[in-house]
């Protein structure tokens, strides 16, 4: 069956780094857009990052641009988000999402927290 399954989240002090990891498992990782969403609490889900099949194209958040950067290796149907210079406000759960035409997937989430 489909499955997303992140890791990498944790707990960092402001100014550190994470970086969070999601293989795909059960379908054709190489074919879907991947993306990476974030919910705070209290707060609706909100797309991060996004990285087309081929890697070729990626999108970023106002938030966090300069300081995220996806990537995917899809020999290893794997998309990762580098997380530098975190701020208290990327506290939140991170949910990675592997979309193509009417299919759309999600994984567990990850929780990162951001806090001295």
């Known amino acids: 069956q489909v499955q997303l399954v992140e890791s990498g989240g944790g707990l960092v002090q402001p100014g550190g780094s994470l970086r969070l990891s999601c293989q795909g498992s059960?379908?054709?990782?190489?074919?879907?857009?991947m993306s990476w969403y974030r919910q705070a609490p209290g707060k609706e889900r909100e797309l991060v990052a996004r990285i087309i099949s081929t890697g070729g194209n990626t999108n970023y958040a106002d938030s966090v641009k300069g300081r995220f950067t996806i990537s995917r290796d899809n020999v290893k149907s794997t998309a990762y988000l580098q997380m530098n210079s975190l701020k208290p406000e990327d506290t939140a759960v991170y949910y990675c999402?592997?979309?193509?035409?009417?299919?759309?997937?999600w994984g567990q989430g990850t929780q990162v927290t951001v806090s001295s």
């Open positions: 999402n592997a979309e193509r035409l009417f299919n759309s997937y």
């Open positions: 059960g379908f054709t990782f190489s074919s879907y857009a």
